[in-house]
């Protein structure tokens, strides 16, 4: 499995972003995915989490603003995010719930 994310970028406060990260291999389509992010000097946390049937769920930090999608036939789990503000910086990250692939991460920058 591998997990290619992408979409990152350097946006200023209220813009928005869509990220998105695609899966190889066939687990995708019977895996929960997530995204998470790692803020520089932070440990890395669960931002939002998207189950085979669309069930999602998000950090209290995000909700309302940022909204997981998925695709299971595209193999691609998608992340867009708005109304940005600046402690939205850092590594974004998707993962396979409940294993150990994650992708390499994009880097997602809010600054004016």
């Not at 890395?44 to 189950?51: K, Q």
């Not at 974004?92 to 991460?105: A, F, L, N």
């Amino acid at each position: 499995v591998q997990l290619v994310e992408s979409g990152g970028d350097l946006v200023q406060p209220g813009g928005s972003l869509r990220l998105s990260c695609a899966a190889s291999g066939s687990l995708f389509s019977i895996k929960t995915m997530g995204w998470y992010r790692q803020a520089p000097g932070k440990q890395r946390e669960l931002v939002a989490g998207i189950t085979v049937s669309g069930t999602t769920t998000y950090a209290s930090s995000v909700k309302g603003r940022f909204t997981i999608g998925r695709d299971n036939a595209k193999n691609t789990v998608y992340l867009q995010l708005n109304s940005l503000k600046f402690e939205d910086t850092g590594v974004y990250y998707c993962r396979m719930i409940g294993t150990d692939y994650w992708g390499q991460g994009t880097q997602v920058t809010v600054s004016s």
